[in-house]
């Protein structure tokens, strides 16, 4: 009987060495990002053939060894050692989302562009949806450009969500290799959609500008966006955490995003439609959702500065500042405490 030999030619090999390069190259990352750390994990898994087969032992891994000042430093200033690594992930994360694609980041206009366009088509023309109010110049009265006011804020709320839940997921492999904040990935996914959503509000800012109905106010655009991400991160967090361990959330938190565009009054409005015909009747404890909904003031803040050119009020003001800190800081609190096993458990 012919024996067949192994094969060990030069295309094995080259990928042998090319795995290997993967892995050095990953403890070369973390080296830059914090020296401290890396120097304090055994040299086993740092070269060659013996970093593969360190890293199929995730518990001695994930739980790296920690001299005592290093174990006395906080999250937040371990989060900003490793701040070279979240831009490195968020800079991979958009080079490869649109990679090996024609259109390429045209994709990130067109896939807003066709949903907008799509709602616009239904509700504005199938249903006849109109702008409570004319914008702030008098004259203009497009449904799409209110529309867009709000959609704009959903569209980056609903990416860093779900974006967070991928993210995570998604780097289980590197976390049983080499340690990092397993926060990362999800504040690396928040800064590559910042990036969409800061051209989506420079496009609506232009065609505002087109249409004669910009002002002074769109300087707290800035503060909006800010404001957004610390409440849209804290929920990305939370959310993340508990799909590690409960894999039924990705699908739940799918379903409840998909409820929530419909209760949050983006495609409507919730002064002139809702309230209305709530008021005085059985169903009028559900005003009280819309109220307490933050989403709703994080989209009636975008339409007040693009189409009403005014300030929002202070209580307003005041309820979106308490509820984007105290998620935030429930989301943080809560993901570094049960994120200590999360290596084990990807």
């Excluded at 799409?144 to 709000?150: I, K, N, R, V, Y």
């Excluded at 995003?257 to 169903?283: C, E, H, R, W």
């Excluded at 803040?301 to 300030?311: A, G, P």
Aim: proline share 5%; aromatic share 14%.
């Amino acid at each position: 009987m012919a024996v067949h030999p192994v094969p060990t030619g030069e295309g094995t090999t080259s990928r042998h060495q090319s795995a290997t390069a993967r892995v050095l190259g990953l403890h070369e990352l973390c080296r830059r990002c914090d020296p401290v750390q890396y120097d304090a994990v055994p040299a086993a898994g740092r070269d060659g053939r013996s970093a593969t087969r360190t890293a199929a032992r995730p518990a001695s891994v994930a739980r790296p060894l920690v001299n005592e000042d290093y174990a006395r430093v906080n999250a937040v200033t371990e989060l900003w050692s490793f701040r070279f690594l979240i831009w490195n992930l968020a800079q991979r994360d958009l080079r490869s989302r649109y990679k090996k694609s024609v259109l390429g980041w045209l994709w990130s206009l067109i896939n807003p562009a066709v949903n907008l366009a799509v709602l616009s088509v239904v509700f504005g023309v199938f249903f006849g949806a109109k702008p409570p109010s004319a914008a702030a110049n008098g004259t203009t009265t497009a449904f799409a450009l209110w529309l867009f006011c709000g959609l704009v804020v959903w569209n980056f709320f609903s990416a860093t969500v779900n974006g967070s839940i991928g993210a995570l997921q998604a780097s289980g492999g590197m976390l049983n290799k080499v340690y990092f904040p397993p926060v990362c990935p999800a504040i690396s996914n928040m800064i590559a959609v910042l990036l969409q959503t800061a051209i989506e509000f420079g496009i609506l800012t232009f065609v505002m500008a087109i249409v004669g109905n910009v002002s002074w106010h769109i300087v707290l655009v800035p503060l909006l966006i800010f404001l957004l991400a610390v409440f849209s991160i804290g929920v990305g967090l939370m959310v993340s955490i508990f799909n590690v361990y409960y894999r039924d959330i990705g699908y739940l938190v799918s379903i409840a995003m998909n409820i929530l565009f419909y209760l949050t009054p983006i495609i409507y409005s919730f002064d002139t439609t809702v309230k209305p015909k709530l008021a005085g009747g059985q169903f009028e404890w559900a005003n009280k959702f819309f109220e307490w909904n933050p989403v709703t003031h994080f989209v009636s803040f975008s339409r007040n500065l693009y189409w009403d050119q005014t300030l929002p009020s202070m209580s307003s003001t005041l309820f979106m500042m308490v509820a984007a800190f105290a998620t935030f800081g429930l989301g943080w609190w809560f993901f570094n405490r049960k994120a200590r096993t999360v290596g084990e458990e990807l």
